[in-house]
């Protein structure tokens, strides 16, 4: 079993019970708010009604069903982030980095608060010790002389780039044992899952 992989009943999104960078294993007090309570009616989009009954989003013109399609990503999430890896590094590490690889670097340590849902002495303390490593360093805000900038250093990129490299090369023959039909559909869907993400990284 991967070292690193998270306990069969936590979150991914939770910080990981072995985090070195962190005194505190469960240091942030935000919680996720369901955006649409069982029962309840929001409007997508495209400004139609959508109903939440049993926490599935039910659009009579949508033949994609939420619920299933959660469960799909939760159970591919599960097997996903346990793949072997040469990087080894706890998940709240891993978050603050890619934050600031792909989420748009430098941030301000009040926006990575928010983004990782840590308390303010949390994420001060794990930037400082990612600081300590090389993974991230800090400067001055030219806009603000007051707040300071957290950038993330080409060894930090490194991390990233190196668990993609392996996550490739373990997904790879698995990938080719799909049936072709499998492999096509999963091809086109990749437009919409990659459009979905950058959706949520926008309401976030």
Known sequence: MNENALPDNAHPDDPHPDDPYLDDPHPGEAHRSESHPVGDAHHGADG??????????????????????TTAVENFNRFYIR???????????LSVLDTLAFGGSPR???????????????????????????????RPDPSDGRAVLVHITEAGRRVGR?????????????VARL?????????????ALTRLAELGRADG
Not at 48 to 69: C, Q, S
Not at 183 to 190: E, F, K, M
């Open 48 to 69: 139609a009604e959508h109903a939440a009954v049993d926490g599935r989003v039910v659009d009579d013109g949508d033949d994609l069903d939420v619920h299933a399609f």
């Open 162 to 174: 190196s668990r993609h490299q392996d996550r490739t090369r373990h997904l790879s023959p698995l």
């Open 83 to 93: 793949l072997p890896t040469l990087e080894k590094l706890p998940f709240t590490t």
């Open 179 to 191: 049936s072709p039909e499998d492999r096509r559909a999963l091809a086109a869907a990749l437009p």
């Open 108 to 138: 301000r340590l009040t926006e990575l608060t928010r983004t990782e849902q840590l308390t303010q002495p949390a994420i001060t303390q794990l930037v400082t010790r990612l600081e300590r490593d090389g993974l991230v360093e800090r």
